[in-house]
């Protein structure tokens, strides 16, 4: 029988895998090991470096 606890479990388990997911996002994007992390750190003196100009 599927009844108010059940809900409860379920809306908390699947809180805590989406917490877990972007946290997993966050800390890879935070990670110099990470290729993305790389890219975005080449850009980012780029923009400064326009603004700066104009």
Known sequence: ???KHF???LLI???MIILG???ALI???FDDSGEQSKILNKA???IVDKK???
């Open 27 to 29: 800390a890879s994007y």
């Open 13 to 15: 388990f699947t809180g």
């Open 7 to 9: 809900f409860k479990t």
């Open 44 to 46: 980012i003196p780029l």
């Open 52 to 54: 700066q100009a104009n």
């Open 21 to 23: 997911l972007v946290g």
């Open 1 to 3: 029988m599927i009844n």
